[in-house]
């Protein structure tokens, strides 16, 4: 990974990163998640000198809700949101987007705020929380300002955030007993796809006659879009099937959408009325909840155990040595570790390399790490996030060298490994699976690893594997 940035400050309270975006704005940039930034830097994307890691900042985290509300915490991430009961009851269309967020390695650590600050049209969250009325809370030294999300975007990529400000809050008004909603998304594959399209939709019902109608479309403009006719038409209507059709027409009707590689126009054209229709008998006949998982796949069993003693020692805001646990060792690196990303301390300080840079792009899984329990495309982890954190990559799995983790044992008796690369991606992944649950489904397996590409084993004796591990009964897949 080329490193671009020189200067690393990792406050600890919302004041201090508001003293620093307003001291570096021009050279600086925030990052969260680090699953936009770092790629962006590595492709010379709005480059810069320095980074801010707000993912240290308590004030930032957390959902709340009460009966009127959900305040998502600017730390909130995708996983935070999918097992929340609060948004999975009262903002079911953004748990519905956030599980459509890339893999679950990005899920652990990728937040809404960054989501909705990189503004792609094909974001996904930025639809679903347009459908649901949210609005944002910045802030800044100067104060705080409330956007609705619909107003924060002014063009392709553009925004009305100030180079000072952050997202402190998003405020989603509850669905109510008489409001249901969805978000459905049309990509090339399940996971690790960027949209085609996406739609979320919203309704208000009097009875069973729609009252109000919100509908935001994604991945058709250079922004996220509403469909005005096809609202209006739908209020005062019940939900029969040529209202439905009629209402996906007015939707197409009203787009000239993109061509790109993903898709041309006349083929989005094509999707979106039946993406549009579906979604609205789907909520018509009160299906929309059908498909949620009950237990969705997180990867994520996050633990305390890290150090966070190890992160009152040191020089105010500017990290200049990494103090970390990998697999169980304490470290100090010095020198330019600040400056890497997580794989790259891994392998190149650590001397451990298990983890392997396949894309350094977030999309093969073969860098796949734990950090504090959570399951990581390391990769897209700035190693300035290993401060205080402990980390097991593959090195550490096995009880000794002798005790393999079961399911190392497993992809050795089964063959499920043929140049090795993918493996400990995999095997990190599985593992973190059986962490979080003793019996998944081969569903739950294949969501587990569906960040995860191998280019010669192919995937039969991978799951074979995963399944031996697993006290569930095997189950025929089409992998
Ligand atoms: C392989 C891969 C697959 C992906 N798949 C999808 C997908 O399916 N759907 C989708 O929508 N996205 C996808 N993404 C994009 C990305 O994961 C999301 O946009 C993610 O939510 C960004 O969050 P982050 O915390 O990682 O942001 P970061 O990379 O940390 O930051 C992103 C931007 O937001 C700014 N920022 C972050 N937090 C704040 C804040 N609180 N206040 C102000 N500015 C802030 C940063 O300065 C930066 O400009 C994918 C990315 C990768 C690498
Ligand atoms: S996902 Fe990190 S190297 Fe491919
Ligand atoms: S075993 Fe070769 S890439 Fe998976």
Not at 129 to 142: E, G, H, K, N
Not at 205 to 217: C, E, H, P, Q, T
Not at 286 to 295: I, L, N, V
Not at 330 to 359: F, I, N, Q, S, W
Request: glycine share 8%; hydrophobic share 40%; with cysteine.
């Amino acid at each position: 990974m080329r490193r671009t940035w020189q200067t690393y400050f990792q406050p600890t309270t919302l004041r201090d990163a508001l003293r620093l975006l307003q001291e570096h704005r021009s050279q600086a940039r925030v990052i969260a998640g680090g699953t936009d930034v770092i790629v962006e830097l590595s492709r010379d994307i709005k480059p810069a000198s320095t980074l801010i890691d707000i993912s240290r900042i308590a004030e930032l985290d957390g959902i709340r809700s009460d009966d009127e509300t959900i305040v998502l915490g600017g730390l909130s991430t995708h996983n935070d949101v999918i097992s929340s009961d609060a948004c999975v009851d009262g903002a079911f269309p953004l748990a519905q987007a956030c599980l459509e967020i890339g893999a679950p390695q990005l899920r652990t650590r990728a937040t809404i705020a960054g989501n909705l600050v990189t503004a792609s049209p094909a974001n996904d969250t930025i639809s679903a929380l347009v459908a649901l009325d949210a609005t944002l809370i910045l802030t800044s030294l100067r104060g705080l300002r409330a956007v609705p999300t619909d107003e924060f975007y002014t063009g392709f990529r553009a925004t009305v955030l100030q180079p000072d400000e952050l997202i402190a809050e998003i405020r989603i008004p509850r669905l109510r007993r008489h409001q249901r909603g969805l978000f459905i998304k049309l990509g090339l594959r399940r996971a690790q796809a960027i949209s085609v399209i996406h739609v979320a939709i919203v309704l208000s019902f009097d009875g069973a006659i729609v009252s109000d109608v919100k509908i935001a479309l994604g991945c058709l403009a250079p922004t996220i879009v509403r469909a005005p006719t096809a609202e209006a038409f739908l209020v005062g209507k019940t939900l029969d099937a040529g209202v439905c059709d009629e209402a996906a027409r007015l939707i197409c009707e009203s787009t000239s959408p993109i061509d790109d590689i993903r898709g041309t126009a006349d083929y989005r054209l094509l999707t979106l009325h039946r993406l549009t229709n579906d979604g609205l008998e789907r909520l018509a006949r009160g299906e929309e909840r059908s498909t949620w998982p009950a237990q969705p796949v997180l990867l994520d069993t996050l633990s305390d155990t890290g150090h966070p003693q190890l992160l009152m020692e040191r020089d105010g805001s500017t990290l200049t040595t990494i103090e970390t646990i990998i697999n169980g060792q304490a470290m100090h690196v010095r020198g330019d570790a600040p400056r890497k990303t997580l794989l790259d301390l891994v392998r190149e300080d650590a001397g451990l390399t298990g983890a392997k840079e396949g894309c350094a792009e977030g999309e093969c899984g073969a860098c796949t790490v734990w950090i504090d329990g959570q399951a990581v495309m390391s990769c897209l982890v700035p190693a300035g996030q290993a401060h205080g954190a402990a980390i097991t990559t593959i090195e550490g799995l096995a009880e000794s060298p002798d005790i393999l983790h079961p399911l190392q044992q497993a992809f050795i008796d089964r063959g499920a490994s043929q140049c090795g690369f993918c493996i400990p991606g995999m095997v990190m992944a599985g593992a973190k699976l059986l962490d979080e649950r003793a019996a998944p489904s081969t569903d739950e397996m294949l969501s587990a690893v569906s960040g995860n590409i191998c280019r010669c084993t192919g995937y039969r004796k991978i799951l074979d594997a995963m399944v031996a591990v697993s006290a569930q009964p095997a189950v025929e897949i089409n992998a």
